[in-house]
């Protein structure tokens, strides 16, 4: 069975850093696309981050670009979300999610993946 577990959010002040973690089980992160999204209390689920699942090409919304970095360790069936100068609208629920052979771009949504973790916290504050 698929599973997606996400790890690494906590409570961090504004310009600090963490790094996500979304550990993949029941299959191989190799042929799967996997993004980042997040959900703030209120607000619709956004697109963060997502990497593609052929060539590696990554997307970035315009408000983590520069600051935050997503990379895969398929040996390790891992995908990471490295969060820097941190802000306290980075607040949310962040989730990853997976999807077959997909390629990322300024278009993708949450509706096109059908797997996904449970959710970590992170919280901006000081």
């Known amino acids: 069975q698929l599973q997606l577990v996400e790890s690494g959010g906590g409570l961090v002040q504004p310009g600090g850093s963490l790094r996500l973690s979304c550990a993949a089980s029941?299959?191989?992160?190799?042929?799967?696309?996997i993004g980042w999204f997040r959900q703030a209390p209120g607000k619709e689920r956004e697109g963060v981050s997502c990497v593609s699942s052929s060539d590696g090409s990554i997307y970035y919304a315009d408000s983590v670009k520069g600051r935050f970095a997503i990379s895969r360790d398929n040996a390790k069936n891992t995908v990471y979300l490295q969060m820097n100068s941190l802000k306290p609208e980075d607040t949310a629920v962040y989730y990853c999610?997976?999807?077959?052979?997909?390629?990322?771009?300024?278009?993708?949504?949450?509706?096109?993946?059908?797997?996904w973790g449970q959710g970590t916290q992170v919280t901006v504050s000081s």
């Open positions: 029941g299959f191989t992160l190799d042929y799967y696309a």
């Open positions: 999610a997976a999807v077959w052979h997909y390629y990322c771009s300024a278009y993708f949504s949450s509706s096109h993946f059908n797997s």
